[in-house]
């Protein structure tokens, strides 16, 4: 839990879709260092690409859920990718799981815009 935590935004195969990539856990500790970044991040889809985030407190997942309440208002498409089994578990434990667009991988995930 104690690993750093990155992130790296790339474009899409599509027109105004990006994928922001997290590395390591998404927790209260880490969040701080892109949080801003991240809410001001409002392409027409954004991709969020877990594979490489092995754990979400309820820090993290109220983060991400605060940016899927932002693109929903703005109409705009926010999309899960690669997320595990551990995070998956947290997201269906408090119901978000139902909420939120999960895809396995970020190919996926393009496929379905």
């Given at each position: 839990m104690d690993a750093p935590f990155s992130f790296h935004t790339q474009p899409g195969?599509?027109?105004g879709t990006q994928i922001l990539t997290l590395t390591g856990p998404l927790t209260l500790n880490s969040m701080f260092s892109f949080?801003?970044?991240?809410?001001?991040?409002?392409?027409?889809?954004l991709i969020v690409d877990m594979t490489e985030c092995p754990y979400i407190?309820?820090?993290?997942?109220g983060?991400?859920?605060n940016q899927?309440?932002?693109a929903e208002n703005g109409q705009r498409t926010?999309?899960?990718a690669g997320?595990?089994?551990?995070v998956e578990a947290?997201?269906?434990?408090?119901?978000?799981?139902?909420?939120?667009s999960l895809f396995p991988t970020v190919e996926s995930a393009e496929a379905s815009i």
């Open positions: 195969r599509k027109d949080q801003n970044e991240f809410r001001a991040m409002r392409p027409p889809v407190d309820s820090a993290g997942l983060l991400l859920m899927y309440v932002s926010f999309l899960l997320v595990n089994s551990r947290i997201m269906a434990s408090t119901r978000v799981k139902a909420i939120l």
